[in-house]
């Protein structure tokens, strides 16, 4: 299947500090990309929705200022935590997902797992 | 709004075949899938089933659609100590919601 590398894989930063995640479709053009928290034990909670060029729908209860998208150009979509604090300590996944009809799978990043400290 | 829900836990013998149920709300959802994820690794899509299906086998993996009920299953024949993961479905009409995820454990 196609790749999605997503980086860093882990990070540890400060409370009060901004810190970028990066999610690349590497052999694909990704018109879409999703942008999910896990905490431990629960399932995936979808963030935001990203199209390329447009700016990202956020679900509800997402701070939208906080946990800043975009999704510049159809391999590369970003995930800033701004000013961080400990209850912001997750694991974060992207997902991308091709264009065109009959586009069914979304290809997973291996997550970042931030810690705030 | 969307809701998908899982069963939380699965403990089989090695050997045995493994059934995980799913249910959801969203009648629009054109597409379903299972998702495996190892303990702090991403998602694997294992497979993915189109609404207008009712069944799809794929070696090991069998998956059962009743759209009727919104009951999405995912059967493992000669489930391995390798197939211990969480296991997630999701469903899609554009958006990709996820179930709470079943842990499957295998015991030898």
């Known amino acids: 299947g196609a790749v999605v590398s997503q980086h860093p894989s882990w990070v540890i930063c400060k409370s009060g500090t901004s810190v970028k995640i990066e999610c690349r479709s590497l052999?694909?053009?990704?018109?879409?990309m999703f942008w999910y928290r896990q905490f431990p034990k629960q399932s995936l909670m979808l963030m935001a929705t990203s199209n390329e060029g447009s700016k990202a729908t956020y679900e509800q209860g997402v701070e939208k200022d906080k946990f800043l998208i975009n999704h510049a150009s159809l391999t590369l979509s970003t995930l800033t935590v701004t000013s961080a604090h400990p209850e912001d300590s997750s694991f974060y996944i992207c997902?991308?997902?091709?264009?065109?009809?009959?586009?069914?799978?979304?290809?997973f990043g291996q997550g970042t797992r931030l810690t705030v400290v | 709004g969307e809701d998908v829900e899982q069963s939380l836990f699965l403990s089989v013998r090695e050997g045995d075949s493994s059934v995980i149920n799913c249910t959801y709300t969203?009648?629009?959802?054109?597409?379903l899938y299972w998702y495996k994820q190892e303990p702090g690794a991403g998602l694997q899509l294992l497979t993915y089933i189109f609404s207008n299906m009712d069944m799809k086998q794929d070696q090991r993996l069998t998956v059962l659609l009743n759209k009727k009920d919104k009951h999405l299953s995912l059967r493992i024949a000669d489930t391995q100590t390798g197939d211990s993961a969480i296991y997630f479905c999701?469903?899609?009409?554009?958006?990709?919601?996820f179930g709470s995820g079943t842990r499957l454990l295998v015991r030898p």
């Open positions: 999701a469903e899609t009409s554009y958006k990709l919601i």
């Open positions: 997902s991308a997902r091709g264009g065109g009809q009959g586009n069914t799978e979304a290809f």
């Open positions: 052999d694909f053009q990704a018109t879409t």
């Open positions: 969203d009648s629009s959802s054109t597409y």
